[in-house]
């Protein structure tokens, strides 16, 4: 079993930094790519950032220049700095991780998400 625990949201004003973390825990044999989405009230869950193994990035055009994602892979953990923040970032953040586990016949790679993070920019 495998848990993502995501901490860093909160309240910021227009303008402002914030910066999200989220750990990987459990039977993890390798962790592939680590992505950031979002999800504001009565939209679908898009895509805000990703980062694959190897530390290549991909960020949403609405996020770019503003966010930055990283990882440690020491830790299993994925950052999102948000900087500049507007409040049509206000949104649910949840993390995501292609998990390679350990099974009885090798290895078998899921799809884990994090409970989500609550990001409020107000103007």
């Known amino acids: 079993q495998v848990q993502l625990v995501e901490s860093g949201g909160g309240l910021v004003q227009a303008g402002g930094s914030l910066k999200l973390s989220c750990a990987a825990s459990?039977?993890?044999?390798?962790?592939?790519?680590m992505g950031w989405y979002r999800q504001a009230p009565g939209k679908q869950r898009d895509l805000v950032a990703l980062?694959?193994?190897?530390?290549?990035?991909n960020y949403a055009d609405s996020v770019k220049g503003r966010f930055t994602i990283s990882r440690d892979n020491a830790k299993n953990t994925v950052y999102l700095q948000m900087n500049s923040l507007k409040p049509e970032d206000t949104a649910v953040y949840y993390c995501?991780?292609?998990?390679?586990?350990?099974?009885?016949?090798?290895?078998?790679?899921?799809?884990?998400w994090g409970q989500g993070t609550q990001v409020v920019v107000s103007s």
């Open positions: 995501k991780a292609q998990v390679v586990v350990p099974t009885a016949y090798g290895t078998r790679q899921y799809d884990y």
């Open positions: 980062i694959t193994s190897g530390g290549g990035t």
């Open positions: 459990g039977s993890i044999f390798r962790i592939n790519s």
